[in-house]
Every structure is written in structure tokens, then in C-alpha cells.
């Protein structure tokens, strides 16, 4: 594989389009599902603790 030009040529394909949920371009399309809320694979919302900031009180900087 070469650098430069030709090899930009194949970066037209995309995997993540909108999702039809929560509206963030997360959805997979080959795998049907969402990276971010989880549609189409699970019927609730995902929601990880480490994904939102809490912020309790006074941030210190």
C-alpha cells in the first residue's frame, strides 16, 4: 500500500451513521447497533458512570 493520495481514495466508507435514539453519530451499521446509548441491542438507555462527570461542589483547579 502506498502513501499519499490513492490511499486517501479509500476512506469514503463509514461505519458510524446518526443514530435514530439519541442522535449521536454512534450507530454501527454493519453491527446494527449503538456505541453510545445502545440501540438496537438493548431496550433501555446505556448509561456508564464513567461516561458522565458528576460534579459535585466547588471544582477545584
Given amino acids: 500500500m502506498?502513501?499519499?493520495t490513492p490511499s486517501f481514495g479509500k476512506h469514503?466508507?463509514?461505519t458510524h451513521v446518526r443514530c435514530r435514539r439519541c442522535?449521536?453519530?454512534s450507530f454501527h451499521k454493519r453491527k446494527g447497533y449503538c456505541a453510545a446509548c445502545g440501540f438496537g441491542k438493548t431496550t433501555h438507555i446505556k448509561n456508564e458512570n464513567w461516561k458522565t462527570r458528576k460534579i459535585t461542589g466547588e471544582r477545584k483547579l
Avoid: E, H, M, V
Fill in 12 to 14: 469514503q466508507r463509514r
Fill in 2 to 4: 502506498s502513501k499519499g
Fill in 23 to 25: 442522535g449521536r453519530k
